[in-house]
């Protein structure tokens, strides 16, 4: 999971590695004006608690429930300048990890990136949330011998929400239905 090859340093590296791209382009064709940040929290769903990796404080987070939607209050972030680095922090949240039952935990890594070309007058926001949770386990298997073994209804909304994911079609550029 947390080693070169698993998905979490992966995702993070090819996410870098293009913005770093970028980032070259613009400085070698002469408009210098752009610029990225990228900024990584890491923490675990422990029952009702939220656990941050970063820290090796445990300090108080809270879930707040806000206009915008469900915030984690007290989670601390990285700013992360390559994938050398990620791995760094990633191995580090391993270590910090709960040694609980892992059947009833699940981590998230929340990379908030913006990017801007000041020179062409633009700038992005993006968000991409990796979760690993044991309900998710059952995408790892035949759905027909799941569902035989656990029941049809166990997975059904995991099911589904696969098929809208697997779906789902931009009809336009940044379009984030």
């Known amino acids: 999971l947390y080693s070169p090859s698993g998905i979490f340093y992966r995702a993070l590296g090819q996410i870098s590695a293009e913005l770093q791209a970028r980032q070259n382009r613009h400085r070698s064709?002469?408009?210098g004006g752009y610029t990225y940040q990228q900024r990584v929290q890491v923490y675990q769903l422990v029952g009702n608690h939220v656990v941050d990796?970063?820290?090796?404080?445990r300090e108080t987070t809270r879930l707040v429930d806000t206009v915008a939607g469900v915030?984690?209050?007290?989670?601390?972030?990285?700013?992360v300048k390559g994938p050398e680095e990620c791995l760094r922090i990633l191995e580090?949240?391993?270590?910090?990890?709960?040694p609980e039952d892992q059947a009833k935990i699940s981590t998230v890594v929340e990379v908030q990136i913006t990017q801007a070309d000041h020179l062409a007058g633009w700038a992005l926001y993006g968000k991409l949330l990796l979760v690993m949770?044991?309900?998710l386990d059952c995408l790892?298997?035949?759905?027909?011998?799941?569902?035989?073994?656990?029941?049809?209804?166990?997975?059904r909304g995991v099911y589904h929400l696969r098929s809208l994911a697997k779906m789902w079609q931009p009809r336009q550029?940044?379009?984030v239905n």
């Open 29 to 31: 064709s002469g408009s």
């Open 53 to 57: 990796l970063l820290t090796d404080r």
């Open 71 to 79: 915030v984690i209050e007290g989670l601390h972030s990285h700013n």
């Open 92 to 98: 580090q949240c391993q270590q910090r990890q709960s």
């Open 133 to 135: 949770t044991p309900a």
């Open 140 to 155: 790892t298997e035949d759905r027909g011998l799941v569902q035989l073994r656990d029941g049809y209804d166990t997975f």
């Open 173 to 175: 550029p940044g379009d």
